[in-house]
């Protein structure tokens, strides 16, 4: 399929490099909040996510023990000691003494303190000061040093997200409001598509026109009056206007038109054969669509199926205007945006919440991948 | 109750339901007009005349429900005040014309319309091209693509953690202000800069749909017959000439397609604005304006009136959409 154009090994490295560098673009992003997830609070703060795959320089502050404790070695006074007692090992690039140039001395190069002492760190964190005569005082000196420090994981973050924030709950309301925002209009769409694709009767060019026209009604025109319905209804009956029934019939509803376009062209183009033949042996229409149709449309279902899913999932909009506020209502998306709001600048659980909202539709996408495309394909080439 | 074992039961009763429904009315149709007897024949033909309106009623019913009955009641709510009581006539679309906000967001409409399914078409094609030439093609496809299956919610924090400015003399943890310093320059706040924060919020849904146009004209691209190809290198054509001139040309029809599926998405983008800056700063969106009418101001009026923008907008690409998929039928 490349053609037989384009075989030059420039051609064939300028095309892998552009290829390699969009994946790149493409996919960074999501990388970047999937390795935030795992950090730290202070490091995210402190450092942008991409210095976590590579060890990372930490400032820190030391204090060296009391020119009291001084060991007389030969003619000097000596202190020593490592600066990472009690802290993580690592590797001093740097130190100094005060905490306005806390990086003016390479391990190396000496360093004269205030009360005349000198001092020496090794890149392992040993440190000795030495002076001519007996110091004096009881409060070491303070040692400021920059370490390399390697990458660390931590899952304390989904533990938080997860434990307090009130996301489990929302990650079990999403999947209520899904599921069955998912099935139900397969089963009302698969009918109808049959009856569109195979059955004769006056007006059925009419109504696939119609389908087509609804493909693209924006849903924001429905919100109004279906609310004020919902509102109704709730009121007849004496419940909540806000509810999972209601916002599974929403979704049905709004899905409905694009399974019914989708399951129509693939049952259309089920041989004419297999479905004449079954109605000369004397099958119902009822018998044809269980028997036959339906078992063969499985690709496209199942295309549907993951477009209802990734839908429903995602959406904020219908959720906002059709289930209520409270933690047993609010759906991933919207307590998303809720922690936007509220947790502004807490990238941490920002992050963790985030990826734990995409993790199932992502599962979902590449585990399935194949009926996606399919469906899409179905969905859309057609026009051209 | 657990609200997933809820979910499920509801499952559960509403395939029992639909079943009994489909069941039923087939077999109560199939009692009424058996098909033998002395009327067999005549019974046949009344119950096929009625059987496709059995399979057809539910979707019929939710469809009118959902779709249909609404844009009717929307058009009568756009006349009426806020308090749907008093009919104030074209009050609301008066009030819409000369509201500034609204043009401001019918611009930005018109902005995301024209900028996001070009890019999007243009890096899919780019896309499209690329990895159909590499081994590695539908992996690098998958992870291009991968964005599909995320949030609108979702993509903005993520985003959001990309253009995340801090103080000059803080270290920049946005990946983008860190490149910008890293370059020499002075961190920004992307999303306060008034035109160009709309630009940084189009990026999203550019990202998100690249993938949904690479995926559509990869297809049609590997469906251009070969000898075209073949007779255009022959004649001399570098590859570039045959990507532009022969390839491009032939898949028109898609690239008008996936042109206006993203077109109409544009229309109705709403998460993306709302949770990155819920139309500060100069973004607001007919969308987003309608849910801030509606449901902040709680102006039905005016909101059904924004909403109703909107499926104007919409209009000519259901006409367009209509009429190829009766040209398909005939």
């Not at chain 1, 509102?231 to 999972?244: D, E, L």
């Not at chain 2, 101001?297 to 923008?309: E, K, N, P, V, Y």
Request: one cysteine or more; hydrophobic letters at 50%.
């Amino acid at each position: 399929m490349d053609g037989s154009a384009g075989k030059s090994p420039a051609l064939i490295w300028v095309v892998n490099i552009s290829a390699i560098l969009l994946v790149v673009l493409w996919t960074i992003p999501t990388f970047g909040i999937f390795v935030s997830s795992l950090r730290d609070r202070d490091a995210i703060s402190t450092s942008g996510w991409w210095t976590a795959l590579s060890a990372s320089e930490q400032s820190l502050v030391a204090r060296a023990d009391a020119p009291d404790d001084a060991v007389q070695v030969g003619d000097a006074w000596v202190i020593s000691g490592s600066v990472f007692d009690g802290g993580v090992a690592g590797e001093v690039t740097a130190f100094g003494s005060r905490a306005q140039d806390p990086t003016s001395n390479t391990p190396s190069e000496p360093l004269v303190l205030r009360d005349d002492g000198v001092l020496e760190i090794a890149e392992n964190g040993d440190y000795t000061i030495t002076y001519t005569a007996q110091p004096e005082g009881n409060r070491g000196a303070r040692i400021f040093y920059t370490t390399e420090v390697a990458p660390e994981i931590t899952t304390e973050n989904y533990e938080t997200v997860l434990g307090s924030e009130g996301v489990a709950q929302s990650f079990l309301n999403s999947l209520t409001v899904s599921i069955p925002a998912t099935i139900i209009p397969i089963l009302i769409a698969a009918f109808a598509a049959y009856a569109l694709a195979w059955m004769e009767f006056p007006g059925r060019v009419l109504l696939v026109a119609v389908v087509v026209g609804l493909l693209v009604v924006p849903l924001q025109l429905s919100l109004i009056p279906l609310l004020k319905f919902y509102g109704i209804v709730g009121q007849a009956f004496g419940v909540s206007a806000k509810g999972y029934v209601g916002i599974w019939l929403a979704h049905t509803g709004f899905g409905l038109p694009l399974a019914i376009y989708l399951l129509r062209n693939y049952m259309a183009g089920l041989p004419r054969e297999v479905i004449e033949s079954a109605r000369v042996d004397g099958a119902t229409d009822f018998g044809i669509f269980m028997r036959i149709v339906l078992p063969l449309s499985f690709p496209a279902l199942a295309s549907f199926a993951i477009f209802q899913f990734l839908w429903t999932w995602n959406d904020l909009l219908i959720a906002k205007v059709f289930l209520g506020q409270s933690d047993n209502q609010m759906v991933l998306t919207g307590r998303l945006v809720e922690l936007l709001g509220s947790r502004g600048g807490d990238w941490e659980i920002l992050t963790t919440s985030a990826f734990i909202t995409i993790i199932v539709p992502l599962v979902v996408f590449f585990s399935m991948q194949r009926y996606l495309v399919r469906g899409l394909l179905a969905g859309s080439v057609k026009g051209g | 109750m657990n609200p997933i074992v809820l979910a499920l039961l509801t499952v559960v009763l509403g395939v029992i339901a639909c079943a009994t429904y489909f069941f039923g009315s087939n077999w109560v149709l199939d009692r009424i007009f058996p098909d033998e007897g002395p009327n067999a024949g005549r019974n046949i033909t009344r119950a096929n005349a009625i059987r496709p309106w059995l399979f057809l009623l539910p979707a019929i019913l939710i469809l009118g429900l959902y779709l249909v009955y609404p844009v009717f009641n929307s058009i009568y709510l756009s006349m009426m005040d806020r308090s749907r009581e008093n009919f104030v006539g074209l009050d609301n679309y008066r009030w819409m014309i000369a509201d500034d906000k609204f043009r401001e967001s019918l611009f930005n409409n018109a902005m995301w319309l024209i900028i996001v399914p070009a890019m999007s078409t243009f890096f899919g094609l780019i896309a499209a091209g690329l990895t159909d030439r590499i081994w590695w093609g539908n992996i690098a496809k998958s992870l291009i693509f991968m964005p599909m299956a995320i949030s609108f919610v979702g993509a903005a924090v993520i985003w959001k953690f990309i253009y995340d400015y801090r103080g000059e003399d803080q270290t920049q943890i946005g990946l983008l202000n860190s490149i910008v310093t890293g370059l020499g320059g002075d961190p920004q706040a992307w999303i306060t800069i008034p035109f160009w924060n709309d630009i940084f919020l189009m990026v999203i849904l550019i990202w998100i749909q690249t993938g949904f146009a690479m995926v559509i004209l990869s297809a049609a691209l590997r469906g251009i017959p070969e000898e075209t190809i073949e007779a255009a290198v022959l004649d001399g054509a570098g590859p570039l000439t045959v990507f532009f001139k022969i390839k491009i040309p032939q898949i028109a029809g898609t690239i008008a397609v996936v042109w206006t599926t993203i077109t109409i998405l544009v229309l109705k983008v709403f998460d993306i604005v709302f949770a990155m800056t819920n139309g500060e700063w100069g973004t607001q969106v007919l969308a987003n304006y309608m849910y801030r009418m509606t449901f902040i101001d709680g102006h039905d009026g005016r909101g059904s009136a924004i909403a109703l923008t909107i499926m104007v907008l919409v209009i000519p690409i259901m006409i367009w959409n209509i009429r190829n998929a009766m040209k398909e039928n005939s």
